[in-house]
């Protein structure tokens, strides 16, 4: 309704376009995913009030009453509440998340020696390594079907992980006995939560080339299954660099040259693109049916969405010719390999490139950090930390950013609607990719936040807060204190704003009913593009998705793996500038996550 | 050929069941599994006489040079053969596996002491778990379509893993270098060396308790894709109980009661039987096609091949009841709980209960250790070890153990020859369950050596061998060495027996072209059930395998994973008596992996 009311003459210009895209994200309905029938024979379950602190875990007991498992806790009590000595010393040395956040994010002199200092540098690496990625079960332990620990969250690996279990079903209410028994009506959480009047561009300078990294790399592991159901995914646990090479063997193979180890390219005027999809017989692209791209218009792409957007073109077209380019770097160093071997050992180079470049340049933009976040992962060899992943549910639905996404995109002097983005590789090819690429740099996305979602987004926002509810994520609050924070006591404390503290009440009436999602994007503003609660709980989530990959380990990690010491190199010297001013045919300028100086 | 000339009687009587039985393993011809076209344009590789020591790894480089990479590997030199100052006294620490595996079977006064004293025996166990499991690569590097680390290897699961890479398709030999250029006849190789003249019993009692233990509990690992080619698997990593509760969720829910957690069963005489295949619809059990089995008498069970021997019968039984009386007994603990929580809490329980007794009743008669082997997973918690585990296609081809098979077996004075007990679970219900147990008890199982593989599991062994051809299994020297066992100098060393070295000598003409699994098994006799050098592989691979389970990492290793403090303990105090004793209907007597002196 509010759709109709805010945005008609769009809506209806683009009407064809919406309905392409409400078909491909608007696959599945809410409902209970568990088709075998739920016997709850509780009448009272002192669990649903989540009494245990410190991660200690609940198991109610046949009168009614509770115990909680301090185990592994390092606290004791009823409630897992008293430290023990050690638990008391450690938390004594562990500086509250948000002071560490506010050191780290002012420029003090301690982090001018750390960065210069490189035992020290690896001495930080360490310490973030291994305190964000001891916040994350490895292995797992939930899903999204059971409010308890199952040998399935584990071996079962079609299914997302859960950092916290849902809230069992036979709890008064979705967040446990807090708040109301329903949730509120969604639509009307989105329209006086969410939805954007005016753009708001992000206070950091953020530019459009971020919010495309963002959307090219996360995809390679969020790809839930929604002919299985939400609480499912088709991908790996991590950075398998699927996004570029196809998530199957067959979608792998289609898009392979067999020549070099290169994949198949397509010349425009002496530059490569992406092949036609009409030249690679039999493979499968996501372009939704009725829209009106001619055939001879459809890519072939690793990732089956990316030529639906010109941004996700973009970074697929140089991470294409990247590939290529390091086949030619191996190919001298080893003329006698084969194309097999060219092949796997670029792709493990160009794995190694992008977690070099997400943690040394997107993750350093995003937490704004003043101490220089290092790719360095030697430096968790021969300790506890774990090299396998898994990806939370949870992850993915905080890495909904399309706040991000402004409402048009200026290129060369020409204004784009983003529904003329949609569906559409034209503007590429009209302006050329550099000139594109230049205006991505150039445009700013929005602020994270409330109040900042383009109407076109709609859609995929409502089906993720559906979703958090069919798989009855547990509030903010309880998150905050899955990961360490302590959980906010008012409304006002979290938004830092009246006025939405009094919308978020009349939705949600306690602030331990705030969902996740929700709470999210309404925390006040941060010295991050993200709030503090987001980065401290992506953090975790991303730190150790990005460390465990095996590239990262032992056994990987050394020039061999990457074809000797040039590929080893390329690998350790990544960087974004690079990756684009290797690949684009015109001098590169510029090339950042924020908007240069003179664009603005 | 061999078949006919020896034993043509027997084969005559059994061409139905053997018939079968091929038609159950000799699903595929060994073939090259790479469907793609394989260029070769080297003429000379100087990696294929593997010159890197020390798990150093070669890379070969453009003027036929090559390059070995010492990274990790605590070595330096051309080869890696020098030891850094730090992997010098490292290796002057730990004692040669040869003289420690002496010292650990001898009944020395030092082992008495670590088994009372329970901070020693714990010590003993984290070197044992670290040591072990260091030998293991995790994340793994390796899978069989390539001789080079691959992304692949990791992400793709349906691979099995590789602990040494294939020997390079380009190679002189299939051993690199050494032997002959073609492998020996695979037939002339069982004939003269696997071939059984007479039944050669085990010397440390081994009973067929024991023989069946390792058949059920390892096939819920080793399952080959032969579909895909023998180098994939349909399975997990590990110990997942889907020999008990089924692989896939589908089958699982088959064979689930949906009543109080229970799986389903059929009363027979008062005891619990696993149900029969025509009370659960839909499911599809592996009874070879033709076979006169009457509809009436197939069951379903977890594993669909299960119902085709007793043993396996027997053991399914066992553990059926075992999962329906912890069932019972959570219940009496949390009346509350629905049929799902008990049921997925069971089936923690039960995996507990597995490993347990794997490591503390089986692997302990196996290593004919003095020093007890202790389940103790906490002992490894914040320590390096990696919680995650991929089954190597090289543990697989250790663990064919049918020389442990004999000819026939006695139940009651009654003699059964071994064709006349597959493919039907009569004798279980002529005899009565407990009857059978007791004849499993105390009848021998054969020796683990040369000349004692029975003629009716020929065909699987053949199919073995073919596939460690066709996978370019590197020799047994280089395994040797890549678990820090010095190589076999000789065939005289490796066999302790001269007419046995004189026909190795025939069939590879070099020690080094030996392959993998005749290696194994033609070792001279040593002081554990095994030889020296599958204990010292399959070793690091077993315990990986089971202290890898997620059940003992830090988030998982407490009471309440497994339904409180009394479920804990039904873990903790698991042994393979109670879990027969409980479920037996009569007293059970002398339940163990050995032949109890009053049956020798």
């Given amino acids: 309704m509010y759709l109709r009311s805010m945005e008609l003459t769009k809506v209806r210009r683009t009407h064809v376009l919406v309905g392409a895209l409400a078909t491909l994200v608007w696959i599945n309905v809410a409902k209970d995913y568990r088709d075998y029938p739920v016997k709850t024979n509780v009448d009272h379950d002192p669990c649903c009030e989540f009494p245990c ?58 982090w001018r020696v750390v960065n210069a200092v490189p035992f020290l540098s690896d001495y930080a690496m360490k310490y973030i390594y291994l305190s964000r990625s001891d916040l994350i079960d490895s292995p797992v332990r939930f899903e999204s079907d059971h409010s308890y620990t199952t040998l399935d969250a584990y071996f079962n ?9 849902p809230t069992p079903r036979h709890c008064p209410t979705p967040m446990g006995v807090v708040g109301p028994k329903e949730y509120p009506d969604v639509d009307e959480v989105i ?21 495309y990294y963002a959307q090219h790399f996360t995809h390679q592991f969020f ?100 590939h290529n380019r390091v086949c030619d770097v191996l190919k001298e160093e080893h003329p006698h390999w084969d194309d097999e071997r060219l092949y ?47 990806i939370n549910v949870e992850f993915d639905h905080l890495y909904h950013w399309h706040q991000l996404v ?48 383009g109407v076109v987004n709609v859609p995929v926002l409502k089906r993720m807060l559906l979703n958090s509810r069919a798989l009855r994520f547990q509030g903010i609050n309880s998150y905050r204190k899955r990961f360490k924070m302590s959980p906010f006591k008012s409304f006002e404390e979290l938004t830092g704003d009246q006025e939405l503290a009094d ?40 730190v150790k998705g990005l460390i465990a990959n095996p590239i990262c380990s032992p056994q990987y990690w050394k020039p061999s793996t990457f074809g000797g010491e040039k590929g080893f190199e390329i690998v350790n010297t990544a960087s974004l500038e690079k990756l684009f001013c290797r690949n684009m045919k015109s001098k590169c300028q510029n090339i950042d996550f924020v908007v240069p100086d003179s664009s603005l």
């Fill in 53 to 110: 602190e410190n991660q200690g875990v609940c198991i109610s007991l046949k009168d009614k009453s509770y115990i909680c498992d301090c185990t592994n806790t390092e606290h004791y009590g009823t409630n897992c509440s008293t430290p023990t000595w050690i638990g008391w010393v450690r938390k004594g040395l562990q500086p509250d998340p948000a002071t560490l956040h506010a050191w780290l994010t002012q420029d003090l002199w301690v």
């Fill in 157 to 165: 690996e079609t299914y997302y992980a859960r950092t916290l279990p």
């Fill in 191 to 211: 329209q006086k939560v969410f939805l954007r009047k005016t753009f708001i561009p992000g206070p950091f300078k953020t530019n459009l080339l971020f919010q």
């Fill in 223 to 322: 790809r839930t299954n929604y002919t299985k159901g939400p609480q499912f995914t088709k991908g790996n646990g991590g950075v398998d660099a699927s996004n570029i090479y196809g998530l199957t063997e067959s979608h792998r193979r289609h898009i392979r040259l067999f020549k070099d180890g290169k994949l198949k390219y397509r010349e425009v005027n002496g530059e490569h693109f992406p092949p036609l999809l009409k030249d690679v017989e039999g493979l499968d692209m996501e372009y939704p049916p009725g829209l009106p791209i001619p055939e001879e218009s459809k890519h072939a792409l690793g990732h089956p969405f990316y030529a639906l957007l010109p941004g996700l073109f973009a970074y697929s077209t140089i991470w294409l010719r990247e």
């Fill in 344 to 390: 796997h050992t670029a792709k493990l180079i160009i794995t190694g490139e992008i977690i070099k470049i997400t943690v040394e340049n997107y993750v350093q933009h995003l937490s704004q950090y003043k101490v220089n976040v290092k790719f360095r992962p030697h430096v968790v060899h021969n300790t506890r930390f774990q090299f396998h992943n898994r």
């Fill in 406 to 453: 402004p409402d048009g995109i200026t290129i060369n002097d020409t204004y784009y609607d983003l529904m003329d983005m949609a569906f559409s590789v034209k503007p590429i090819f009209t302006h050329g990719l550099d000139t594109f690429i230049q205006a991505l740099n150039s445009n700013r996305a929005g602020k994270m936040g409330p109040h900042n979602h």
């Fill in 503 to 542: 919308v978020l009440r009349g939705l949600y009436g306690h602030i331990d009913a705030v969902e996740f999602y929700v709470g999210l994007f309404t925390e006040h503003d941060g010295p991050s593009v993200m709030s503090l609660t987001v980065v401290n709980m992506g953090g975790p989530w991303s």
